[in-house]
């Protein structure tokens, strides 16, 4: 216990914690919120001239959201702005809400329903969530054979991001056609690609948008879903949905100085499909780190490798360079791929110095 030298220096430290508890409970009072509840998914009361919708599209101008087949531009209203905390965007394409109509074809959103799922990223900040997509059942997981080459270290990330928002991922390997062109190397890289992930018990489609290849069995996962394709810019997203349901989205050659592929999806937009369901089509990225990336989730993830972890000397093992090392001497007798254990360890380092800033270009 700490003994105060003088009565003065009490009296100090006394007063100095009165006010830090007063400054607690002022920000903790909600009393100043007396037309909302406490968070951004309870927000203004719900009145008889609100409006339900679904957000479908966000711009700089607003929300488009979609109320029983009419669309209206739509703002945040009120203390809705003031609550982000740790996230870069309050809405988010998917999102369920009511909103107070002022004009004819606009409005202000009053209220967010909760979430059942999400697909969200760390911004370019590296400093706040941001969401792509919420209130969705299947990711599809866009990567191509070449232009841009396969990654699967970006796949991995991308299967982790699922876990955590709850959602059913879906691989899909477009450029198929290209295979016969490929070089040597990235037609081996694209067979132990399958051989190490279809085990794994993910679905694996390879397709092609210029031969129909894969078409329709991706088209049989989409109906009656809600999905969201994402995935590096320049991998066709856009053309599969062309392809799949007729759409005539803008779509893109890739920058044959660079082999990258170029931002032809501007915006994210949730699309009604013919045959039922919905898709979401996001911009191409050229970077997807993690928000909030744990070790554990690394673990839970690789859980192949996490398997092989229990056999190991010690205990706080990092399978990098210890003695008698399970993972290492599976690895030295190619029982686990290299594939595999590289994106493992490179997660592994960024869950544990707590940042996620690997960059895809």
């Known amino acids: 216990m700490k003994h105060y030298d003088f009565e003065e220096d009490f009296h100090a430290r006394d007063r100095k914690q009165s006010r830090k508890e007063r400054k607690i409970a002022q920000k903790t009072d909600r009393s100043k919120f007396k037309k909302t509840d406490e968070s951004i998914k ?21 929300s488009s959201v979609d109320s029983d087949g009419k669309i209206y531009l739509c703002s ?13 965007n309050l809405i988010a394409v998917g999102d369920n809400v009511f909103f107070e109509p002022i004009t004819e074809n606009t409005g202000a959103i009053i209220h967010v329903d909760e979430r059942f799922s999400f697909l969200s990223r760390t911004d370019i900040s590296g400093k706040k969530e941001q969401l792509i997509a919420v209130n969705i059942d299947l990711a599809i997981i866009c990567i191509s054979i070449v232009e ?35 070089s040597l190397k990235e037609q081996e890289l694209y067979k132990e690609f399958l051989s190490v992930y279809e085990p794994l018990g993910y679905p694996i489609l390879s397709v092609s948008t210029t031969t129909g290849i894969g078409i329709e069995s991706l088209k049989s996962y989409l109906k009656n879903k809600t999905s969201v394709f994402s995935g590096q810019s320049g991998v066709g997203k856009s053309s599969l949905l062309n392809a799949c349901f007729g759409f005539s989205l803008k779509t893109g050659e890739l920058a044959q100085k660079t082999i990258k592929g170029t931002h032809t999806t501007t915006v994210t937009q949730l699309l009604h499909l013919p045959e039922g369901g919905y898709c979401v089509d996001t911009p191409g990225i050229r970077s997807f780190s993690l928000w909030k990336l744990e070790p554990k989730d690394v673990t839970s993830h690789f859980h192949d490798i996490q398997q092989l972890a229990k056999k190991c000397k010690f205990p706080d093992c990092t399978h990098r360079t210890e003695p008698e090392c399970a993972v290492l001497k599976a690895l030295a007798q190619d029982k686990i791929s290299s594939l595999r254990y590289e994106s493992y360890k490179n997660l592994m380092i960024q869950a544990e110095e707590g940042s996620d800033k690997t960059t895809w270009d």
Not at 76 to 88: A, N, T, W
Request: hydrophobic content about 40%; proline content about 6%.
């Open 76 to 88: 945040l209203k009120g203390i809705l702005k003031k609550e982000k905390g740790l996230s870069k």
């Open 148 to 182: 841009p080459e396969l990654k699967p270290a970006l796949v991995d990330r991308y299967l982790i991001a699922t876990e955590k928002g709850n959602l059913h991922p879906i691989i899909v390997i477009n450029k198929i056609d290209l295979l016969k062109r490929a």
């Open 42 to 62: 309870t927000s203004a009361p719900i009145k008889e001239h609100h409006l339900k919708g679904k957000v479908i599209s966000i711009s700089g101008e607003g």
